[in-house]
């Protein structure tokens, strides 16, 4: 177990390296929103400069939105560079530490992604680039939990009864947990498709669908029986809010590109709804990925519980 000076930095950096993200997104939405992702023509440099030395008075229009998604990932870059190096040389777990080099590499590849994205004008490049964007938020998310004292202090109580509203996480809410993680991946991945290439509205709306059934039955089973464990109840609580904030920033979304609706803040609310509506779906996502990690280390404690309470019956019966 790791000391408490080990996890608070390793938490602190996560933490930081999570905000930075969610900044990342936030610049990432303006770019493909505002179609800015080709006015900074070259990489790594920009316009033949080096990234860190470009006039800050030639950051207008869409260059301002490219070159600060630039700039903000390499913040990114070097914070998880940070985290990865701290995580390998003070983090015992090896789990953990294999998460921060896991980070590590889906960040460089990220960042090659978006370079070539703009050297190839590729829109595949970019349907990759933005769906792997939520699933790296989602790791960092998963860092800060695990770095963090819930995770690094004692471990949750061992058997626990339904009677007492806790009961230990079973194979039904595992699986439960998991497909709704991977629906809402799937879900990112079928809105990079209709953002970049306008195509398969169709799945997407499936997609909204499958979701919008799996989170209140994920809910409902959390809430019945696990009412008394607040590591459950709250990403799930999270998850529910989350997504009627989803459901309707979709349909702001989908009236401003396909209904063709006339609204007196046209300019904000074609700028603002899609790009709120990226954050939030990858907002669920990492909530959902939060729970799952709750969800399986309950259910560990629960196995390394039942393990040592196993030889009292049999000592007992042998007396």
Request: with cysteine.
């Amino acid at each position: 177990m790791p000391s408490r000076a080990t996890a608070g930095w390793g938490y602190r950096l996560a933490v930081t390296l999570c905000g930075a993200t969610f900044a990342l997104l936030v610049f990432g939405g303006l770019v493909t929103t505002t179609g800015a992702a080709l006015a900074v023509p070259d990489w790594p440099t920009t316009f033949g400069h080096n990234m860190l030395l470009f006039p800050w008075s030639k950051m207008v229009g869409g260059i301002f939105y490219e070159h600060s998604h630039r700039l903000v990932g390499s913040v990114v870059g070097l914070l998880t560079l940070a985290l990865a190096l701290w995580l390998w040389f003070a983090e015992p777990r090896r789990r953990v530490r294999w998460l921060g080099v896991l980070a590590l590499a889906l960040v460089s590849l990220q960042g090659v992604l978006g370079g070539l994205r703009v050297v190839l004008v590729s829109d595949a490049l970019a349907v990759v680039h933005g769906s792997l964007a939520p699933a790296f938020f989602a790791l960092t998310a998963g860092l800060v939990r695990v770095t963090s004292r819930e995770w690094t202090g004692a471990a949750p109580a061992g058997r626990r009864t339904r009677a007492d509203g806790v009961g230990a996480p079973d194979s039904r809410l595992r699986r439960l947990a998991l497909a709704t993680t991977g629906a809402l991946y799937v879900q990112v991945v079928f809105g990079a498709l209709l953002t970049h290439f306008g195509q398969r509205l169709d799945a997407h709306l499936a997609g909204a669908a499958a979701v919008t059934l799996l989170i209140p039955a994920l809910a409902v089973r959390v809430l019945t029986g696990h009412a008394g464990e607040p590591t459950l109840v709250r990403p799930v609580i999270w998850l529910a809010a989350l997504l009627g904030l989803q459901l309707l920033l979709g349909l702001g979304a989908y009236l401003w590109r396909f209904a063709d609706v006339a609204s007196p803040f046209a300019g904000v609310w074609a700028l603002a709804v899609p790009v709120a509506h990226r954050l939030v779906g990858a907002l669920l996502l990492a909530a959902s990925v939060v729970l799952v990690l709750r969800v399986y280390r309950l259910s560990t404690a629960e196995r390394g519980s039942a393990k040592l309470q196993a030889p009292f019956p049999l000592k007992q019966a042998a007396a």
